[in-house]
């Protein structure tokens, strides 16, 4: 593509983000959302605990992604936990589904543009360490991305972030440690690791596994590391949790598949539910957005 095309597709970018901007500023009565959560495979009943104040699917939203897979909604969900004003977002496109980076852009850089500051990452993965199976979670320390591919290569657009971003703290060390703090206050074991995000749709083979172990990495998945990349170009901060489905190819006795991975995110999605809950409670305390109990 010219450096005019690439031009016209920054253009194309920001009319869809400031389009669906004003659709979701227009629907939300004056609420101004100030930390935004991905809701990963199965995991979107983390938003039934909010105070809804709108409900809008992402086929409202020009530019959205348009999630194909099971376990994904599609839909962007606002309102306020214990009073904090929140956007959840049920549903991700992944690259394997065929898309390309510019729908996680519009959707990521949307919720920098209505004033969010946080970006809470969840996912449903493989777990590379035996004291984390299926049903526990991993908090996300740092990621490998295995995907191939770097959703900011080709010409940078300025307007959002510099040209080479650095990444020595994705995942912001401070909101980890807080989200340690929301776990041990509501009894939930959480362990910490890296996040290695394969471009999928097949699982790893066991090789593959025994690679990422290698390279220090604790858990794997197909999504997030883009949407982190994304973020951090424009400034928000990140903190990231994996909800074990299963242990990686090789390291466990069950065939591995999408039907397991739902069942058991339904399971690890609770112990989840919880931990963000709290932890969005206690980040508003922090931001003086809410009166500590």
């Given at each position: 593509m010219s450096i005019f095309g690439r031009?016209?597709?920054?253009?194309?970018?920001?009319?869809?983000?400031?389009?669906?901007?004003?659709?979701?500023?227009?629907?939300?009565?004056g609420m101004q959302p100030k930390i935004a959560v991905i809701l990963g495979s199965g995991l979107g009943g983390v938003a039934d605990a909010a105070d809804v104040v709108a409900t809008i699917p992402y086929t409202d939203l020009p530019g959205f992604p348009r999630p194909s897979v099971e376990g994904h909604a599609g839909t962007l969900i606002a309102g306020t936990?214990?009073?904090?004003?929140?956007?959840?977002?049920?549903?991700?496109?992944?690259?394997?589904?065929?898309?390309?980076?510019?729908?996680?852009?519009?959707?990521?850089?949307?919720?920098?543009?209505?004033?969010?500051?946080?970006?809470f990452l969840t996912n449903a993965a493989g777990s590379l360490r035996p004291e984390a199976p299926a049903g526990e979670l991993i908090a996300i320390a740092d990621q490998i991305n295995f995907t191939g591919l770097n959703v900011l290569a080709g010409p940078n657009d300025d307007a959002w972030g510099p040209r080479f971003p650095p990444m020595d703290n994705a995942y912001d060390a401070e909101l980890r440690g807080m989200l340690f703090n929301a776990a041990a206050a509501i009894g939930t074991p959480l362990i910490e690791g890296t996040y290695?995000?394969?471009?999928?749709?097949?699982?790893?083979?066991?090789?593959?596994?025994?690679?990422?172990?290698?390279?220090?990495?604790?858990?794997?998945?197909?999504?997030?590391?883009?949407?982190?990349?994304?973020?951090?170009?424009?400034?928000?901060?990140?903190?990231?949790?994996?909800?074990?489905?299963?242990?990686?190819?090789?390291?466990?006795?069950?065939?591995l598949s999408h039907d397991q991975t739902i069942e058991w995110a339904a399971i690890a999605g609770q112990k989840l539910t919880k931990l963000v809950l709290r932890f969005i409670s206690d980040w508003g305390v922090q931001k003086g957005l809410k009166k500590a109990a």
């Open positions: 031009k016209k597709e920054h253009e194309n970018l920001d009319i869809a983000i400031a389009e669906s901007t004003n659709i979701i500023l227009n629907r939300l009565n936990i214990d009073g904090v004003p929140a956007i959840f977002l049920k549903g991700r496109a992944h690259l394997y589904e065929g898309v390309g980076p510019a729908p996680l852009k519009v959707m990521i850089r949307t919720m920098k543009t209505l004033g969010v500051e946080v970006l290695a995000g394969f471009l999928g749709p097949t699982f790893e083979t066991p090789a593959e596994i025994r690679m990422v172990k290698a390279m220090g990495g604790d858990s794997v998945g197909m999504s997030t590391v883009s949407e982190c990349i994304i973020a951090r170009h424009c400034g928000l901060k990140v903190v990231g949790c994996s909800a074990i489905t299963n242990m990686a190819a090789g390291m466990g006795d069950e065939a």
